[in-house]
């Protein structure tokens, strides 16, 4: 079975630009998480999507928003790009919402200069 | 903020010695995951203990949880080069709108 796969895995933005990454979760899996790394924050939950619904949220800004398709695949968005966005994302899924056991996919890192 | 703690956050052994890391929570938890991440790649699921179960063994692997005490170790045993890794707790909790929260990390650092 494939694994959870996630498109760019490198990216370069400026800032103000907005962008969009994409994660493929595992054959069945109807949920996806996504996390932020930084070196100085650690990972911090993003938001979690279960059969196209948002089911929970972290505490970032409205400038991070994301949606998740009828396939599950879920694509996540960040508008007015800071220099403090620049982080690695992992998008994650799992057969089922909330705490069970998450598959992460090999992350996008993203670059704001 | 975070509502794991590991400790320590770097740990340096020898091949063949044991590794033992600690993560400390906040809240009360349904279950308790660890978690491995190679430098700057993704995270692999390594165990999931959850809130009524004592201790977990999983090949060289040994997690225990303490609920009353609010913490958890992970114990490594016999350590290859290959586990050198960042080692991460995450609590599942029931708090409501929230999934999974990681804390920092342990970094493991084994050398031949």
């Known amino acids: 079975k494939a694994g959870v796969t996630q498109t760019p895995r490198y990216l370069i933005k400026t800032r103000g630009q907005q962008v969009t990454l994409s994660c493929s979760p595992i054959?069945?899996?109807?949920?996806v998480s996504w996390y932020q790394q930084t070196p100085g924050q650690g990972l911090q939950f993003l938001f979690e999507?279960?059969?196209?619904?948002?089911?929970n949220k972290g505490n970032f800004p409205g400038r991070f928003s994301g949606r998740q398709f009828s396939n599950s695949r879920s694509e996540m968005n960040v508008s007015t790009l800071e220099l403090g966005d620049s982080a690695l994302y992992l998008c994650?899924?799992?057969?089922?919402?909330?705490?069970?056991?998450?598959?992460f996919g090999p992350g996008t890192r993203l670059t704001v200069l | 903020s975070q509502q794991g703690e590991e400790d320590p956050q770097a740990l340096s052994i020898q091949e063949g010695e044991n590794a033992t890391m600690n993560c400390s929570y906040k809240?009360?938890?349904?279950?308790l995951q660890w978690y491995r991440q190679n430098s700057g790649r993704g995270l692999v699921h390594l165990i999931l203990?959850?809130?009524?179960?004592r201790e977990k063994h999983s090949g060289r692997l040994r997690v225990t949880l303490d609920t009353s005490k609010k913490s958890s170790s992970l114990l490594i045993t016999a350590s290859r080069a290959a586990d050198t890794a960042s080692y991460f707790c995450?609590?599942?909790?029931?708090?409501?709108?929230?999934?999974?929260?990681f804390g920092k990390g342990t970094t493991l650092s084994v050398s031949s």
């Open positions: 994650a899924s799992s057969l089922v919402t909330g705490g069970s056991e998450q598959f």
């Open positions: 054959s069945g899996h109807r949920s």
């Open positions: 999507y279960f059969s196209e619904t948002q089911r």
């Open positions: 809240t009360s938890i349904n279950n």
């Open positions: 203990i959850r809130s009524n179960e």
């Open positions: 995450a609590t599942d909790t029931n708090q409501a709108g929230t999934a999974l929260i």
